[in-house]
C-alpha cells in the first residue's frame, strides 16, 4: 500500500490553496510457487489493486498477475549454487478513470543470483537483475540479503537509474505459527520527493 498527500494547486494559486487532496494506492495478492524438479521452480501471484485518487472523487478496482521462472544452473566449482531467473509482472487490464484508460506496467525481469554459504547457519546471498518496463528505459538492479540460521534475513537494495524508487531495505523472519512455518517480511522503499513505502508480506509454507 501507498499513501500520499498533495497541494491542491491551480494557475492562480501555483504555490497552493491552502487545501490538500489524498492518494491512496492498495494491492492485495495471492501467491504460488512450486518446485516442478530439484532444479526447476515456477511461480504465479494473483493480485487485486485498488486506487482511491483525489481524496475519494476517482476511484477504480483492477487486477493484475506475475509469473516467474527460477532454474538452478547445476554448475559445480565457484559458480555452485548460481541461478537464473525470468519474470513477467503487471499483465492485467486498462483501469480507467472518467473516460480514459490507462495500461499496467507492463515488466520484464532476467536475473542471476549466488549464495555463498560462510557457516554451518550464515548464508549471503547477492543478486542482480535487468529490467525493462514499456514505460521506462532498461535498468538494472542489485540486491544483498544475509541470512541467519535459517529464520532471520536482512535485505537491501539499490535501483540504477530510476526516476522514482532507489534504495530499500527489509527484514524477514520464518516461524511456526500453530504448527505452520510461516514466513513474515517488511520492506521499506525510499521514492525520492514521492516519499516512502511499506510493504508487509506474509507468507505460508506447505
Known amino acids: 500500500s501507498s499513501d500520499l498527500e498533495m ?16 492518494m491512496a494506492d ?5 501467491h504460488y510457487a512450486h ?3 530439484p532444479d526447476l521452480k515456477i511461480g504465479f501471484t494473483l493480485r487485486y489493486l ?8 476517482f476511484s477504480k ?5 506475475d509469473m516467474g521462472i527460477q532454474y538452478n544452473t547445476g554448475i559445480k566449482g565457484i559458480l555452485s549454487d548460481l541461478k537464473i ?3 513477467v509482472a503487471n499483465f492485467g487490464p486498462e483501469i480507467k478513470f472518467i473516460n480514459k484508460g490507462y495500461g499496467l506496467p507492463l515488466k520484464y525481469v532476467i536475473g542471476i543470483s549466488k549464495s555463498i554459504e560462510m557457516s554451518d ?22 540486491g544483498l540479503e544475509y541470512n541467519f540460521g535459517g529464520f532471520l534475513s536482512v535485505r537491501g537494495g539499490y535501483k540504477f537509474a530510476s526516476n522514482a524508487e532507489n534504495w530499500s531495505g527489509g527484514i524477514g523472519l520464518v516461524k511456526k505459527i500453530f504448527l505452520i512455518d510461516t514466513e513474515i517480511d517488511y520492506a521499506y522503499s525510499n ?9 508487509i508480506t506474509i507468507g505460508i509454507k506447505f
Open 7 to 22: 497541494l491542491i494547486r491551480t494557475v492562480l494559486q501555483p504555490e497552493g490553496t491552502g487545501q490538500k487532496f489524498y
Open 26 to 30: 492498495y494491492a492485495f495478492g495471492l
Open 85 to 87: 531467473g525470468m519474470v
Open 191 to 199: 521514492f525520492g520527493l514521492l516519499g516512502s513505502l511499506n510493504r
Open 50 to 57: 485498488f486506487l482511491n485518487m483525489v481524496s475519494g472523487l
Open 121 to 142: 547457519r550464515q548464508k549471503f546471498l547477492i543478486g542482480v537483475n535487468w529490467v525493462k518496463s514499456i514505460d521506462e528505459k532498461q535498468k538494472a538492479q542489485i
Open 61 to 65: 478496482g483492477s487486477w493484475s498477475a
Open 35 to 37: 518446485n516442478y524438479t
